[in-house]
């Protein structure tokens, strides 16, 4: 049976919850090739004390790793808030060709919240799908500052 976009979101909010033990913002992604996770990552700014520890870069880094490439071409990311500036840049760059979110980010998104990164002249596009159990993710985030305040 062939996951749909919403059981892969699923997995990403499953792995949002890794970050919750260490204080970090409950973000999760993964990436997947040919209906196989191919990397995950959730955020590790707080545990790490490091500033790149986004949960695109976590998982891009893992794809690298397992694919043995920095292309990864053919791969669909999974995220549950759309992608900063940063992440953007890392997704344009190793040539991911689907981005799927759950929320929008309207502080810092670069899927069209604050700016569109793909509409700039890089020299590769990214499919876009956005609100992908986007009430899941909202809800998720929402809890999580709740707590916090």
């Known amino acids: 049976m062939k996951l749909q976009h919403s059981d892969y ?3 990403a909010l499953e792995q949002a919850q890794n ?4 204080g970090d913002v409950p973000i999760g992604c993964i990436i997947v090739k040919d209906s196989n996770i191919v990397g995950r990552g959730y955020n590790t700014r707080e545990r790490d004390k490091n500033a790149l520890g986004h949960a695109e870069l976590v ?3 893992d794809a690298c790793k397992n694919l043995a490439s920095w292309r990864l ?4 990311l999974y995220v549950t808030l759309e992608p900063c500036p940063m992440c953007m840049g890392a997704i344009i760059n190793s040539r991911i060709d689907l981005v799927v979110f759950g ?3 309207s502080k810092a998104g670069c899927c069209g919240s604050v700016i569109d990164l793909n509409e700039q002249s890089f020299n590769h596009k990214v499919e876009i799908l956005a609100g ?3 009430l899941k993710c909202q809800k998720t ?3 999580f500052f709740q707590k916090l305040r």
């Open 59 to 61: 998982a891009i880094n």
């Open 9 to 11: 979101m699923d997995i």
């Open 103 to 105: 929320a929008l980010d």
């Open 132 to 134: 992908i159990r986007e």
């Open 141 to 143: 985030l929402r809890n």
């Open 19 to 22: 970050a919750l033990p260490h």
């Open 73 to 76: 071409s053919g791969c669909t």
